[in-house]
């Protein structure tokens, strides 16, 4: 069933010289893209650290989903993998086929799409401090752009360091050094966590800066790219009736949650380095606290909405210990690479105040773990009691408008209506935005591969600036450092559970109000209505 929908408002994006603004709404299924974006001539793709983890649960399949819509197409790109380990062409496909998902809005049948999506891509293996290494890739890359005699006139570069952060200056240096594109623009995508302090993530940064300019660096933190995060800016901005109700008056608090119901499972090498507030707290949630809180800004250019979040990060409260409960799940310790004293923290729960006109007193709740009852990521910002409460609204329970990221991308208020019938009892309701349902012919892109679209058209809207980075490292350094050397111990928790129950008493401490005997369930679709 398509819902009849009025005309899309398309969001006015610095798109790419010469290629019309992307247009998702419009992109129904087995349509040619709008806009394939080869403007700029012949794209080399390189992923380096291809033989991992990220490479091949988002990175590939992001790349094959922009491929299969018509964006990359064959004969304008080519992907490159560059790692360590050896592996021939075939071997690198075999590895990342299995997560290539065809899917409703391929132009092609599946298994055609698959393989002809492949051929694009060839592997090249060498070290990462290996100038003989990088200058095979500079040799791979240049031998299909074609340029000079007949060839293109100008050629584009992008390269993806899906590596540890520990390696992204070397790996910077050699590409710098032996792979720099000289017909046409170099971009360099770089993870998260930007380090693992203020220290060393500014550190990180002064490398990067010399050797790339901001607009050649993409920061990409992917929770930018989610389909409801991206929404938060036309939801609070494009409509009338969220002006008056978005602040210190009216929200009594605001949640940002984040559950994963498995554990770190084969990543405890990595994850132990990090810890929950490094890998999820720190950058994506903070990146979400920054679209909620955010003033309007001057317009949707990139450099004007990054402007309204540094201001956000910069008036961020120090936070205090009695703010913050980490806890570890019971089972972590037996992860690879877990040592036995570890006091990494799986969970946090960390309460945020920011200190500014609009949200003065109203506590961000900012919950992160693994291995919980649940895998969802949403955002519930909670209203205060009614005033004058003639229908006993506080025992019934509070307002909330809820943001739900994933799964089930959903908006819905919850408030209280008059239960049908022949009574005045009133009952907890919600209106409901899911989008499975409204929009049940629209494919919601996946963030990497909207993320890749942007860096391929130049368009940093949704990427971490530089001076966003320190301010969220300045915010969490104090308390990280502390875990660190052991002064904050880890709370256990049982695995599949709820987290360390003083995360509750301290978000109840917070003022946060359950509703009780109301849960949200996603609606089930109603075919052909
Ligand atoms: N995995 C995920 O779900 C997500 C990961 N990220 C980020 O992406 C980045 C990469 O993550 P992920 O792919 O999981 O990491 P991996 O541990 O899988 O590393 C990726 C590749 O880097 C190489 N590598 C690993 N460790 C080292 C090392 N110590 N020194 C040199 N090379 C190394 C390996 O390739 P080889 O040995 O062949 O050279 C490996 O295949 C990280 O910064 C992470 O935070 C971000 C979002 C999600
Ligand atoms: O950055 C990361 O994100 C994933 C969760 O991503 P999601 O899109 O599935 O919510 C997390 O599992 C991983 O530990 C972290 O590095």
């Known amino acids: 069933m398509s819902v009849a929908s009025p005309e899309p408002v398309v969001i006015p994006q610095p798109a790419e010289a010469h290629a019309p603004a992307l247009d998702f709404d419009n992109l129904k299924v087995g349509e040619k893209s709008p806009a394939k974006v080869n403007q700029g001539g012949f794209l080399s793709v390189v992923v380096l650290g291809a033989s991992g983890d990220l490479a091949k649960k988002k990175t590939f399949p992001a790349l ?59 592997y090249v293996a060498g070290a990462y401090d290996s100038k003989e290494g990088f200058m095979e890739l500079e040799k791979a890359i240049a031998s299909r752009e074609n340029v000079g005699d007949g060839g293109s006139s100008s050629t584009r570069r992008l390269f993806y360091l899906a590596l540890p952060p520990s390696v992204y200056p070397l790996v910077s240096k050699m ?9 046409g623009w170099t971009r360099v995508i770089v993870e998260k966590p930007f380090g693992k302090d203020l220290a060393s993530s500014e550190e990180l940064s002064g490398q990067l800066g010399e050797l790339f ?36 008056d009216n929200i009594a608090n605001v949640q940002i949650v984040f559950k994963e119901d498995f554990g770190t499972e084969g990543r405890g090498g990595y994850f132990d380095e990090y810890g929950i507030i490094r890998d999820i707290i720190q950058n994506h949630l903070l990146q979400v606290l920054c679209l909620v809180a955010m003033e309007k800004p001057v317009s949707v250019s990139p450099e004007h909405i990054r402007d309204e979040k540094v201001k956000v ?79 006993k609204c506080k025992k ?24 049908p019938g022949l009574d005045m009892a009133g009952t907890q309701s919600e ?51 502390r875990i660190d050397c052991g002064e904050f111990k880890c709370l256990n928790y049982a695995s599949g559970g709820r987290g360390p129950p003083e995360s509750d008493d301290l ?17 089930t679709l109603q075919s052909g209505m």
């Open 64 to 122: 094959f989903n922009l491929f299969k819509q018509g964006f990359i197409p064959t004969g304008d790109v080519q992907i490159i993998g560059y790692a360590r380990s050896k592996l021939t062409n075939d071997e690198l496909r075999k590895r990342i086929a299995g997560n290539l998902k065809p899917g409703k809005n391929a132009l092609q049948d599946g298994q055609a799409v698959i393989s002809e999506f492949l051929k694009l891509i060839t």
């Open 213 to 248: 300019t901001e607009d050649q660096l993409y920061r990409i933190d992917h929770y930018l790219g989610k389909e409801i995060v991206q929404n938060l800016l036309v939801m609070r901005f494009a409509n009338r009736f969220f002006i008056p109700l978005w602040n210190r």
């Open 396 to 419: 019934q329970g509070r307002n909330e408008f809820v943001m739900r990221l994933q799964p089930s991308e959903a908006m819905y208020m919850k408030l209280t209506v008059k239960r």
């Open 313 to 391: 990060l910069k008036a961020v409260q120090p936070i205090k210990d009695e703010d913050v409960v980490i806890g570890q799940y019971e089972g972590y310790k037996d992860d690879e690479g877990v040592p036995n004293d570890s006091n990494t923290p799986t969970f946090a729960t960390v309460i945020v105040h920011i200190n500014n006109e609009r949200w003065d007193g109203v506590p961000f709740i900012i919950k992160a773990g693994k291995a919980l009852d649940s895998r969802k990521a949403e955002i519930r910002v909670q209203f205060k009691d009614v005033p004058g409460d003639i229908f």
């Open 431 to 481: 209106l409901d935005l899911s989008y499975r349902e409204r929009y049940q012919d629209i494919v919601i892109p996946e963030a990497y591969e909207r993320l890749l679209l942007d860096t391929i058209r130049g368009d940093q809207q949704h990427f971490v600036r530089r001076d966003e980075l320190r301010a969220a490292w300045e915010i969490f350094t104090p308390l990280l450092h």
């Open 507 to 523: 978000i109840s401490r917070a003022g946060y109000v359950r509703t009780h005997g109301y849960v949200w369930k996603p609606p």
């Open 175 to 183: 590409v710098h050094a032996h792979c720099m594109n000289k017909h």
